[in-house]
């Protein structure tokens, strides 16, 4: 165990995949020519922090996944997995900031304090709390802090910009609602099971039937936006 709790030592202090200093790729992948940094990653596989609540609750399975070639594959398939979902990120941001979508700068104050006042009512927390909390934790100002959420808030927006940019001329025929009402009246029943009439329920179908094929067509348009890239990964 005393080998283990050293082994453990080393992750935190230099994370599971680190090599000689020369060795380690600073930019794990390019997207269109734009960098995907290493730190960038890590912030969201939260590598470091899931092994060490791990730890703490099944040392033995944090022991396993440090210290196995098993467990290092499955921590590298993580890894490129977030990777991979970073990268579709990435795409639509860049789509939409290429299609000249933007987010007024009043809606994105208004959600930022809107996201911050909800972390200090979370936390039961001032802002000077906050702040104080940010640099001794995490040497973070609150400033810092504030541009973080700003930036995160901003592409949160302009991906749901480019969905319904995407979506729009999605429309469905009084046909299309026929069939469907057709092929799932089991779905349309009452309480003493009779089915109900095409019109009472119609508008329900009008949702449901808009919905899958607006989920259908931005999984193909995100489907092309990758096949389309010129995409570079390094790890």
């Not at 050293?6 to 200093?21: D, E, N, P, R, T």
């Not at 959600?111 to 001032?126: W, Y």
């Amino acid at each position: 165990m005393k080998k283990f709790l050293a082994v453990l030592l080393l992750f935190l202090s230099l994370g599971i995949f680190a090599q000689a200093q020369q060795e380690t790729p600073q930019i794990v992948a390019k997207v269109n020519g734009e960098e995907i940094s290493k730190s960038q990653l890590d912030r969201l596989t939260n590598i470091t922090g899931v092994i060490l609540t791990l730890y703490r609750q099944y040392p033995r399975f944090a022991q396993m996944l440090l210290t196995t070639d098993e467990g290092k594959a499955f921590l590298r398939a993580y890894e490129r997995e977030i990777l991979e979902s970073l990268i579709s990120w990435r795409l639509i941001i860049q789509e939409a900031r290429k299609r000249g979508l933007t987010v007024s700068e009043e809606t994105l104050q208004a959600e930022l304090e809107k996201t911050i006042q909800g972390i200090l009512e979370k936390n039961d927390l001032t802002e000077d709390e906050l702040a104080e909390i940010l640099l001794t934790q995490r040497g973070q100002t609150l400033e810092e802090f504030r541009a973080q959420i700003q930036s995160d808030l901003e592409e949160r927006l302009l991906y749901d910009l480019l969905k319904e940019a995407v979506t729009a001329e999605v429309s469905v025929s009084e046909e299309e609602i026929k069939a469907y009402y057709e092929q799932n009246l089991d779905s349309f029943k009452d309480e003493e099971g009779n089915t109900l009439p095409l019109d009472e329920v119609a508008g329900k179908i009008l949702v449901a039937v808009t919905q899958e094929k607006r989920d259908t067509l931005w999984k193909d348009f995100l489907k092309k936006l990758r096949e389309e890239a010129e995409v570079e990964i390094y790890i």
